[in-house]
């Protein structure tokens, strides 16, 4: 009985050994498994939410809120671009209505309801487009789609208190307000070339004028991004629905300010589309420092359409074109300076040039006649017979000397390792020769065709206007500035470009004189008569030049001079391309209106506008 006991109590003690080494097993087991588990849990929670997730650049946690947050950019963070009044260009917020996705029933009725009377549509227009809304929607200009629809002060107070869920007055930052008038000057920006679609707001950069050739300046830091959350159920999350993101940097955007101004570039450009201008340009410098006051081309371009292909995105005003007679002011002052004729000597013009085929524009010719009468009356046979007088390598340096042979526009550096920061992009170079033509291979039928600003003869619009600033700053060369400076976008100065005028004399102070007089008879007695009516009184001279070959039927009529003639403020070049042969001289025309205009802006407390004009010539008249 007793060994049984002990084998018994043994055989107990075996089993509880064993038990407990199961138990023991188990719990090991079970230990290891909550292990793994809290520590794939830790991993998950503390590291995983914060690393990339492949195949993109945000990491979970960032994708988790992304998936309930929308978000609108309200400015791209592009530099501005201002007159010299500091009026933009570019740049300009407009309180416009954003509707964000939200689930159907946040949507108010009323919300709904006066949003449709404010955009002059349906209900069921603002409901479905609200519904169907998949990203932030502002709502489109009815004139433009690319455009918000701006709300007044009133209708932007009344709708941020309201309340409404899922709409907000926002200020909508719009690159190019101005549309279709804005400058050709000024660009336009486009997608990065090699990005993908939709890659974002750092994709874009300058595609043309300003915008491209600041570039590295205008560009941006990073967009001003306002979000809006809600829960898996698109419901607002009250308290976090609203959030702005932008870059916490106080001195950027760099504000680009230029010499232009926007309101005398406007109403040029309402003149020229008033002429009937389709093709061409103008050009207003300031005479005494060669700053572009305004540029205005035509045909006209939207830089919010962009369109390259189509011509609309030349800036005419830097495109090289033969010039016609407006050469003959050129021809004129390398004559003298060659001195192969003076002040004296008397020309006989019978109509006929005698060779080449060349003929006067006058069937008849003009009879005798000096230098300055044959540049008023325009007379092909004298500036023909000049040009073919001097060698070719003469017309080529003094063409190069006076700007009228490669480009004139200001080049600049903002001393900060940008350089060659272009005024005038795509300006294109004038010319005297064809392209890589040997000036010693140049025959006297060449010369005497482009004595008459014909042949291979091109000119800018932007140089014949600088031509007339050099003449009116007594032979002294200079170039055309169109940005001044560069600010920080608290107003303090980044970079300063000075005007371009300098001491090279480039001819003598007694030839530009002698022009500027020849051209004030071109008014009084010559080609531009018309004029003589003008608020002020003007000098210049008048050009018609083949836009092709001879026979073509196409023309480029041409005026440049300035005024006032008592003090001259600014040079003006006026261009029509390809007009139908026989229709009257346009560009005349619009050279007086430009000038009017701008003897306008000069009068401070102008009257109502009946009564300018007559006060304007009253005023004009009295200094004569």
Not at 394 to 423: C, F, I, P, Q, W
Not at 434 to 457: P, S
Not at 476 to 481: I, L
Not at 541 to 546: C, E, H, M, R, V
Request: with cysteine; proline share 5%; hydrophobic share 40%.
């Amino acid at each position: 009985m007793g060994s049984r006991w002990k084998t018994g109590m043994s055989q107990l003690a075996g089993l509880l050994s064993l038990a407990r080494g199961r138990i023991a097993a188990a719990s090991f087991l079970i230990a290891a498994v909550l292990g793994v588990y809290v520590m794939r849990l830790g991993w998950l929670q503390l590291i995983e939410p914060h690393r990339p997730v492949q195949g993109g650049g945000h990491t979970l946690l960032q994708r988790s809120i992304i998936q309930r947050e929308r978000g609108i950019v309200l400015d791209d963070g592009r530099g501005p671009i201002l007159d010299r009044s500091g009026r933009p260009y570019t740049r300009t917020a407009v309180q416009a209505a954003v509707l964000f996705p939200v689930h159907r029933d946040s949507i108010s009725s009323e919300a709904v309801r006066t949003l449709a009377l404010w955009f002059h549509t349906t209900e069921r227009d603002v409901r479905a487009r609200w519904e169907g809304a998949a990203e932030p929607l502002v709502w489109p200009s009815s004139r433009d789609g690319k455009l918000p629809y701006p709300l007044t002060p009133e209708q932007s107070r009344r709708l941020n208190a309201s309340g409404w869920d899922g709409v907000r007055s926002l200020p909508i930052t719009v690159r190019y307000p101005l549309g279709k008038d804005t400058p050709q000057w000024i660009g336009f920006v486009a997608q990065s070339a090699g990005d993908q679609a939709g890659a974002g707001i750092s994709g874009m950069s300058g595609r043309s004028g300003l915008e491209r050739a600041f570039e590295p300046l205008l560009r941006s830091l990073g967009p001003t991004i306002l979000v809006h959350y809600t829960d898996a159920d698109r419901r607002p999350l009250y308290g976090l629905d609203i959030r702005l993101r932008r870059p916490d940097n106080p001195y950027y955007p760099l504000q680009l300010v230029t010499t232009a101004d926007r309101e005398i570039e406007a109403a040029i450009g309402r003149a020229a589309d008033e002429a009937g201008m389709k093709k061409g340009s103008v050009v207003v410098l300031d005479a005494a420092t060669r700053d572009v006051v305004a540029m205005v081309s035509r045909p006209a371009a939207d830089p919010n359409h962009v369109t390259p292909e189509e011509e609309n995105w030349n800036n005419r005003a830097v495109k090289a074109l033969p010039p016609g007679s407006v050469y003959k002011l050129f021809i004129a002052a390398a004559a003298l300076e060659a001195q192969v004729t003076d002040p004296q000597e008397r020309f006989h013009c019978s109509g006929g040039y005698g060779k080449y085929g060349l003929s006067c524009w006058v069937k008849d010719g003009h009879g005798t006649l000096t230098l300055r009468e044959a540049l008023a009356k325009s007379c092909n046979v004298v500036f023909a017979e000049l040009a073919e007088r001097m060698s070719a390598a003469d017309l080529e340096t003094y063409a190069k000397r006076s700007g009228l042979a490669g480009t004139v526009g200001m080049s600049s550096s903002d001393g900060r390792g940008h350089n060659g920061l272009k005024h005038f992009d795509g300006e294109e170079a004038s010319r005297i020769f064809a392209e890589g033509e040997d000036n010693g291979k140049i025959d006297g039928g060449e010369r005497a065709q482009l004595g008459i600003g014909q042949r291979n003869v091109r000119l800018t619009p932007l140089a014949a206007a600088n031509y007339v600033v050099t003449l009116l700053q007594d032979g002294a060369a200079g170039e055309p500035r169109l940005v001044q400076e560069l600010r920080y976008a608290n107003g303090l100065p980044f970079a300063r470009f000075d005007a371009g005028a300098d001491s090279e004399q480039v001819m003598k102070p007694q030839t530009a004189r002698q022009l500027r007089r020849w051209m004030e008879d071109t008014v009084a007695y010559g080609t531009g008569m018309s004029l003589r009516q003008a608020a002020w009184r003007l000098a210049g001279k008048s050009g018609t030049a083949q836009a092709d070959a001879y026979g073509s039927g196409r023309l480029h009529t041409w005026f440049v001079g300035y005024g006032p003639v008592e003090k001259p403020k600014y040079a003006v070049s006026v261009i029509f391309e390809d007009e139908p042969a026989g229709t009257s001289h346009r560009a005349t025309a619009l050279f007086g209106k430009v000038m009017d205009l701008l003897a306008e802006h000069e009068i401070s407390g102008l009257p109502p506008r009946s009564t300018r004009y007559g006060l304007l010539r009253l005023a004009a008249h009295s200094t004569r």
